[in-house]
């Protein structure tokens, strides 16, 4: 079964990009593959631009619908493989046998917490326990 874990800011003004980022960066020290999903194409190029300049000192392999990147930016969800998901949408995602694990991201701000809230109770409609860490 798909594993869903949503990481939360209680206290940080840190941003979804940038959290995405450095957990995709630590993440990519197992042999894992990314996949972040996002529709918009405006935030694709954000998210493109976000991991070619959060660290000056390290580069990670990513590219817009670019499966063999390690990191692939796409409207598009995969339909092979095994993939760990950022999920960028408003949306919960409906789990497929290709997602391993699903990553959600919320900034402290009501706005999001409030879209966060919902996914949290879909994922558990659909008989998911999601995982919750704070920061």
Same mark, same amino acid.
């Given at each position: 079964m798909t594993k869903v874990s949503f990481y939360?800011?209680?206290?940080?003004?840190? #941003?979804?990009?940038?959290?995405?980022? #450095?957990?995709?960066?630590?993440?990519? #020290?197992?042999?894992? #593959?990314?996949?972040?999903y996002c529709c918009q194409a405006e935030q694709q190029q954000l998210l493109d631009e976000a991991l070619w300049t959060f660290d000056p000192q390290s580069f990670i392999p990513h590219g817009i619908d670019q499966p063999q990147a390690s990191v692939c930016i796409s409207a598009q969800l995969p339909d092979q493989g095994s993939w760990l998901i950022f999920n960028f949408e408003q949306q919960a995602l409906e789990p497929q046998d290709t997602f391993e694990h699903i990553i959600e991201i919320v900034e402290n701000q009501e706005s999001t917490k409030i879209i966060g809230r919902n996914k949290f109770r879909q994922y558990r409609d659909w008989g998911i326990s999601p995982r919750t860490f704070k920061l």
């Open positions: 939360l800011f209680e206290n940080s003004v840190e #941003r979804q990009v940038g959290s995405a980022c #450095r957990l995709s960066r630590k993440l990519l #020290r197992q042999p894992v #593959r990314i996949w972040w």
